[in-house]
Every structure is written in C-alpha cells, then in structure tokens.
C-alpha cells in the first residue's frame, strides 16, 4: 500500500542520513488541503544533525524516490514538515485492491498466528446481565474480532464464577424466598439478593422442583437448590448474549480449579520458590519483590483460600493451554486489582502475560435524567431491557463508540432516532444507499469490477478523497487492534458515511445518490459503480467487525 511504501523510502532515508532507528510518523494532515499524508521525520533529524529542520526536510527529500512510493508531490510546510499528495493511478489501485479483496479487506497478518484468549463478561452466575455486562461483551467481542482480522489465533472465554461468596448468598436469598412463597417466616439477609427476578426464580423453583425439594433434607436441599438455579441462570445470561450476538469459544468453571487440584498446585509452586511466608496464621504471597505495593493473603488463618489464589491458578492454566497472551474485560471496580494480578502472575514466571481492559459503568440517559431502575434486577437496567428498546446494533454500537474506561452516559432518545443523526443510522444507510444504487442500475455488487472501469475516471476531489479514505481501512484496523480501541473503527465508520455523502450530493442538486452515479456516460458510470462497490465493501467490512449489521435495505432508502 502507499503508506507502507513511503514508509520504506523514508526509513532509508534516514539510515542514510545518520538515523537508522527514528521513529517515523506518517499522518493524514487535518487539512485536506495540505495533502495526503505529511511526516515529522525532518523535526526528529534535525537534532542529531545539528541542521534547521526544514534544510533537513530537504535533505531527506533528495533521498526519496517519490515516483516508486506513487508520490506525484511532495512540499515542505511550516517549521519542517514534509506533506506528501498521490497520484491518480496511486488511488486507482487502491480501489482496484478494495474490490479484489471484498470480504478480506482490511485482514492482515500482523499477529502471525499468535495464540491469545480474551476472557470477558465473566459475569457471576447469580442473575441477569446488567448494561454494564453489555458493554464489556461489546467490547470483549470487537477486541477478539480485531485479533482475528489481524491474523491472531483469538479465543474466547467466559469465567463462570460458581465457587464464590455471591453464589452463597444467591442460594440462601432464593431458599428464603422460596420458603417465604409457602407461607413460612423467613427474612431476607441485608447483603442477600433483593431483585424481583429472585422471587420469579422461587416461583419457577416451587413449580418444577417443589415436591423434590419438600423430601429433601437440609443439606441436600441446598445442593438442588444450588445446581437448578446456577443452571437456570446462566441460561438465561447464555440466551441474552447470543441474542446481543456474542459467543464463546470455551466455559471455565472456577469449581473445576477445585476439583482439579489446580489450586494447590499453584500455591505448592509458589510454596517452593519460597516466594510465600507465614504471618498471623496466614499464608502470604511476597508480592512487593514484583512491584506491588504491598504483600498480599493466599490462604487465610481459618484455612480459607482468598479469591486471589484461585484466580492466580486460573491464569496459570491459561499458560498451561498454551496461550502466549491473554486480554481480561473487567468492570471499574477492578481496576486496583491490576497491578496485584501482575506481580501474582511474575510470581509465577509469567511476564507480559496480561492485559487487562477496564470497563465503566453506564448510565443510560433520556430527557436529561437517568431512566429509573430495573424492578426486576432491583439495582441496574438489564441488558435484554435496553437491546429490545434500542435493537442489538445501536446498543452494541453504543457501547463501543467510546473509550471503555471512560465514563459512560447512554443517551437513550440518540439512540432510538432513526435519523442520521444516530451515527449507527448514518453508517447503515450510507451502505443501503450504495446497494439502492446497485439495484436501480440493475447489476449486482459482485458482478462490479474494476478490470470494466476507467478508474481514472474519478477525478473530482470528492471522489480522490473518498478513495483516499476507504484506502485507509486496513491501517486503521491493525491500528485499533494494537490499541485495543475499537472506538477507532466507529470513528472511521462515521467519517467514511460522512465522505460518502459528500461525494453523491456533490454537483447532483436532486440529492439523489443514484443519479450521482448512474449518469448516462457509460464509462463515468462504470467507474463511479466501481467506487460505489467499495464503499460498500468498506463499510459492511466495518461494520460487520463491530458485530453489527449491513443492511440491504432501509425504510429511508426506499423512499427516497
């Protein structure tokens, strides 16, 4: 691509001059006006040549083969930089490659087939997924899919936490509630669960399990209390989740840690390596040698395992299946639990193992107030409650157009405008209106290549610039997945409809983009069908990476 090729005579460049590892920073000016790309590399020389930044500029110019990168210009601007403009056939193979590649447009190999897993949600089994669940799936399942779009090897998992306190405190909320159904004094513990949704699971309990439970003894009533409301509820979040179109490759139980003895081989590990002392009849784990603040429990004096060990032996054995790497979505309340994790982990000779993504709550927002809560989780909407207002593609959308560790205000009347001012609209129909044209002219997309064209026919500004554009999708693929930002993705997305509109409404007073294209030159026509193509490839490529839709047809497309 020309950036890279640029990118190539530049690094030459400077080995040349004296400076064979300067970092070089090729940007898309602000200002169109300015050029296609421009870099910095004069101002970075300057200094080690002792020369004025703009004599540097053109030293480094002297160096460079402009015509063999497809530069037709290049000027210096300002107190040094150097901006670079294409040429014509430049763009024309770039929209040559989008049509040739289609669906593998924007794939790379830049992870080289690297194993890594991304374990997100991971939400206890102890009721229904709140938004803020949503929000980390969203972002959880972008993250993989722009691994796997960089040539990553991406497993997914989701931690199912059926060992803990919360789950305790489930089973005893729901056997108050249970016995409460049937008439019996029993009172609901304060830290207990107080959610609608538990005296639905009662009820639901006494109508399929009720006879079972009443031969039961206590002990055993539990058990089946424990097993048939795990099961029912990670059902439930399973069904939410493959309908807000996210799945898992792979289930961990923390109780197979258990069952396993994967816990007590990691502590005998750490026991050996006499990284661990005895304190207060507890056990510690010597974690300010690996830059943590300070020392931290394993196993406490009653013999108890804190939930670092077990989540200790739980990363562990990730190395064990053989993953180099692996990213964990967790939510804001975990965020001082990362530097812990990463001492526990160079305790145990895993370094650079972990990153981890932080996800803020949300608040969703309508009429300038926060929507009252959910009756049925009792202190948070659901997620099934906001994507059957919303419709999967604007929450997922929505969630994934901001940082995840920036706080979150979801403008719920946004997101239910069915106008171009939700920017999930304003993509889709850019894409319904390149396939509106495609029907009108009576060719299928796939039938559209650019061996029938004269690309050079696309020569106004507004067509070079949308070329320039959609010949930035792959960098800007590889650049969000090394980021983790899928935010970037809908950045361009948003940019890309905004360059599409720009260049059907140009000179066409009717505003209709068919008539932008379908013009009764044969050739122009020919080419702008060609353009028309991979602004479609792009943006239901882009879209389809965020996990969301490219729809054929819109209501608004129609009617125009």
């Not at 309990?205 to 029912?232: F, H, I, K, N, P």
């Not at 009429?367 to 009792?378: D, I, N, Q, T």
């Not at 650049?479 to 409404?505: F, K, M």
């Amino acid at each position: 691509m020309p950036a890279e090729l640029l990118r190539q005579q530049l690094a030459r460049a400077l080995a040349d001059l004296g400076a064979p590892e300067a970092p070089i920073q090729l940007e898309r000016p602000r200002n169109p006006e300015h050029g296609d790309l421009a870099t910095n590399a004069a101002l970075i020389l300057a200094r080690r040549l002792g020369k004025p930044p703009r004599q540097t500029a053109r030293l480094i110019l002297e160096k460079l083969d402009l015509p063999a990168a497809g530069v037709s210009s290049a000027e210096i601007a300002g107190p040094g930089f150097i901006n670079f403009r294409f040429g014509q056939a430049l763009l024309a193979e770039k929209l040559r490659a989008i049509l040739e590649a289609d669906r593998a447009y924007g794939r790379s190999s830049l992870g080289a087939g690297r194993r890594i897993q991304v374990e997100f949600v991971s939400a206890n089994p102890t009721g229904p997924l709140h938004v803020a669940h949503g929000r980390g799936a969203a972002l959880g399942d972008a993250v993989a899919q722009l691994l796997d779009w960089t040539g990553y090897e991406v497993a997914r998992e989701f931690y199912v936490n059926d060992a803990g306190a919360q789950v305790d405190k489930l089973i005893e909320s729901l056997g108050v509630r249970w016995r409460q159904l049937r008439g019996e004094p029993a009172d609901l513990p304060e830290e207990g669960y107080h959610g609608e949704y538990v005296i639905e699971l009662a009820r639901a309990l006494e109508r399929e399990q009720g006879e079972e439970l009443r031969r039961l003894a206590a002990a055993e009533r539990r058990q089946l209390l424990r097993e048939w409301a795990l099961e029912r509820l990670r059902a439930e979040q399973d069904r939410d989740l493959r309908q807000f179109r996210v799945f898992f490759d792979s289930y961990y139980f923390e109780s197979q840690l258990y069952r396993e003895g994967k816990i007590e081989e990691t502590l005998n590990e750490l026991v050996a390596h006499g990284l661990t002392c005895e304190a207060e009849g507890a056990v510690w784990l010597r974690t300010t040698a690996f830059g943590d603040d300070k020392d931290r429990v394993l196993v406490k004096s009653d013999g108890s395992y804190t939930y670092f060990l077990p989540d200790l032996a739980y990363h562990r054995d990730k190395a064990r299946r053989g993953f180099q790497h692996v990213i964990d979505v967790w939510g804001a309340d975990h965020h001082g639990y990362v530097p812990r994790m990463r001492a526990g982990l160079l305790a145990l000779g895993l370094r650079d193992f972990l990153d981890v993504e932080i996800v803020q709550m949300v608040r969703i927002m309508s009429g300038g107030r926060e929507v009252k809560l959910s009756k049925r989780l009792g202190e948070l909407v659901t997620l099934r409650e906001l994507f059957e207002q919303t419709g999967v593609d604007v929450a997922r959308y929505f969630f994934l157009m901001r940082r995840g560790d920036a706080q979150m205000l979801f403008d719920l009347d946004l997101a239910l405008d069915h106008s171009e001012k939700n920017p999930v609209y304003k993509i889709q129909y850019a894409h319904a209106r390149m396939m509106s044209i495609f029907r009108k002219g009576g060719v299928a997309p796939a039938d559209i290549t650019a061996d029938a064209a004269d690309l050079a026919r696309l020569a106004t500004a507004a067509e070079q610039d949308l070329i320039k554009q959609l010949g930035e999708f792959p960098a800007l693929v590889e650049r969000a997945a090394e980021a983790r930002a899928p935010h970037l993705v809908c950045d361009y997305l948003e940019e890309t409809a905004g360059s599409v509109n720009s260049w059907y409404h140009a000179g066409n007073p009717s505003r209709n983009p068919a008539l932008a294209v379908l013009v009764p030159d044969p050739e122009l026509r020919q080419a702008r069908l060609a353009l028309a193509r991979g602004v479609q490839i792009v943006l239901r490529n882009g879209l389809e990476l965020l996990g969301l839709t490219a729809p054929e047809r819109m209501e608004r497309e129609e009617a125009e």
